[in-house]
């Protein structure tokens, strides 16, 4: 078991994402900490996951000075790297509603350029290097859960992923089953919750059939998609329900917003 993460990568690259699923997978994060304070962060924790931004004005030289310091000092760690297409990073940039004017986007251009300079030792060290300009959430979410899962888990078992989602973004296209709870939102608050209840007591037993189907498949995902209008709010609230609801049933159940980088 890998007790030690280190996710380090481009912008828009993922790795906020990775860093959100590898929590539910048991590790605990420090976001932002500065390269020469890993040894202290490591030292009272088990499982660890440490995310990193390069530092632009740190020299590259002392950079891998101190992840060769880091190998030496700890007994078991792996560097992640997430990287992106420069076309792929300008397409995700746009989706947040981060592109604008044309000096808007020169100025990310810049950024990238600094970025991916910056970030040339961390790549150069990294056990794993992750290109996600060609993968979506899922099969990013697959590969470290085949990676880093653990061998006591039953790699036979079915993993039910809950994906909350926002129509103004567009349905996940690869969802086994999506609920669209937009109706929700129109109603008074005593009536959206006893409709929501209402709800999971009627799909309860649906998703455990489809489940048991997709295992006795050998299939080792089965995806829910819940929409509403933010992709938030009532879908989040729901979302967590009925993951409480399947784990009682002893399914795998993870959450995650598709439209949250």
Known sequence: MINTL???GIRFSGKHTAMRYLEELGYTT?????????????QS??????????????PMGTTAELLRRLREETASIEILFFDVDDST????????????????????????VAQRRASLPYRAAADLVINTSSMDVSQLRQLLRKRYLGDS???????ME????SYLC??????????DLRILETMAFAQQKTHMEELLVDIEPFLTKMVCIFEAQEHTRFCVALGCSDGATIASEFAERLKRL???TQFTVTIFNRDLE
């Open 6 to 8: 280190v996710l380090v």
């Open 30 to 42: 420090i976001e932002h900490v500065s390269l020469r304070m890993l040894p202290l962060a490591y």
């Open 45 to 58: 924790n088990d499982r660890l996951m440490l995310l990193i931004e390069p530092n632009a004005q740190e």
């Open 89 to 112: 990073f300008f397409r995700r940039m746009a989706e947040r509603g981060e592109s604008g004017r044309q000096s808007e986007h020169a100025r990310y251009a810049q950024t990238l």
């Open 153 to 159: 888990a039953n790699s036979n078992a079915v993993l």
């Open 162 to 165: 809950i994906v909350t989602f």
């Open 170 to 179: 567009g349905p996940v296209r690869d969802a086994h089953f999506t609920l």
């Open 246 to 248: 399947m784990t009682k």
